[in-house]
């Protein structure tokens, strides 16, 4: 009996330090292959694929120690499919708990404001791990995608930092920053001064793009739209060479000339009153916020100082007067 009881006591003993032996393992980091491995984890995996996988990974430790532990501590959880990235100082428990959390690799992608739809395309198509689903898509088959079948493009993206997962679509981003320039730009919409001459956000959106291309210092955005305001009041041509620009499209070498002043298409503002169809750019909050608050001003005419602001003339007198002195008969002229 007492043999037994001996044999028994060294049975609970052994059992107790393997368990002890496993439960300190597990609150030691990692053995990985480099400072940071990355895994995949494939949607429906088993906990045994997930252990798989980590070691592939570049997790070194055996996948079946580590299934074990997860089958142990994940209990009734259930782990979450997508990259994940595996760093220096990790525990099994570290890891089991990314994974039951979701918490994959993350990364951005910026849209700068006064960034057209095209260059909007190509930061998505150069967006490290970003599908580019949409890619091999015109303009139309890609609104028509986010559930925007007839729709312009231009303009409809809110330009911010977007998140997103590694490997995910560029749908989900070009979604993402479309639903927030309709939040930014019905908020803009509802804020607007009374008796604006702008029929609709739409039109809101667009004098915003305007306003968002003119500017060169934040602080002159309120007055030039204010200008644009009052022109549009008066009847008076908007004559600003942004949506001249963006009318002449690829054949735009750099060099805007007097003649492409004078050659008619439908954003040429210069030949065509009111607003141009569409917008021209992404505009920011500030340039929504601008279109729809305008400074209370009397100007109808500015021009570039040559810092980055510009100076307002109510007269076109006075305004040839600035041109002479801070452009010399030069551009950058409104």
């Known amino acids: 009996m007492r043999k037994l009881l001996a044999l028994l006591l060294i049975l609970v003993a052994v059992a107790g330090a393997a368990l002890g032996a496993v439960w300190w393992w597990t609150a030691q980091p990692l053995p990985l292959a480099a400072e940071q491995v990355e895994i995949s984890i494939p ?22 120690l580590l299934h074990w532990y997860f089958r142990l501590a994940g209990r ?18 570290d890891l089991l708990g990314k994974l039951i959390r979701g918490e994959r690799i993350v990364l951005t992608v910026t849209l700068v404001e006064g960034w057209s739809f095209q260059q909007f395309r190509a930061a998505l198509a150069k967006a490290e ?11 139309a088959e890609l609104m028509k995608t986010l559930g925007k079948p007839g729709l312009a493009p231009e303009g409809r993206f809110f330009p911010d930092t977007y998140h997103y997962f590694k490997n995910a679509s560029d749908v989900d981003v070009l979604r993402q920053s479309m639903r927030l320039m309709e939040r930014r730009l019905a908020a803009a919409w509802d804020a607007r001064a009374p008796g604006l001459p ?11 793009s305007i306003v968002e291309k003119e ?3 934040a602080a002159d955005r309120p007055e030039i739209a204010g200008v644009f305001i009052n022109r549009l009041r008066i009847g ?7 949506t001249v620009i963006y009318g002449l499209g690829e054949r735009f070498d750099g060099d805007l000339k007097r003649s492409h002043l004078t050659t008619d298409t439908p954003f040429n503002t210069y030949t065509r009153a009111g607003l141009p169809p569409t917008p021209i750019a992404m505009p920011g909050k500030a340039s929504l916020m601008a279109a729809v608050q305008p400074a209370p001003t009397k100007a109808l ?6 810092d980055g602001s510009s ?3 109510p007269s076109l007198d006075e305004h040839n007067r600035a041109v002479n002195k801070y452009q010399r008969g030069g551009g950058g002229a409104n």
């Open 43 to 64: 949607s429906g995996a088993s906990l045994r694929t997930a252990a798989g996988k980590a070691v592939e990974g570049g997790v070194r430790t055996q996948p079946e």
């Open 76 to 93: 009734e959880q259930t782990i979450k499919p997508g990259d994940y990235a595996v760093t220096r100082g990790m525990t099994p428990s």
């Open 129 to 139: 791990h970003l599908r580019p689903d949409t890619q091999a898509m015109s303009a």
């Open 198 to 208: 702008l029929k609709n956000a739409d039109e809101a959106l667009i004098l915003a």
């Open 215 to 217: 500017t060169g210092q």
């Open 236 to 242: 008076m041509r908007l004559q600003t060479d942004p």
């Open 301 to 306: 005419y500015f021009v570039a100082r040559g």
């Open 311 to 313: 100076h307002f003339s």
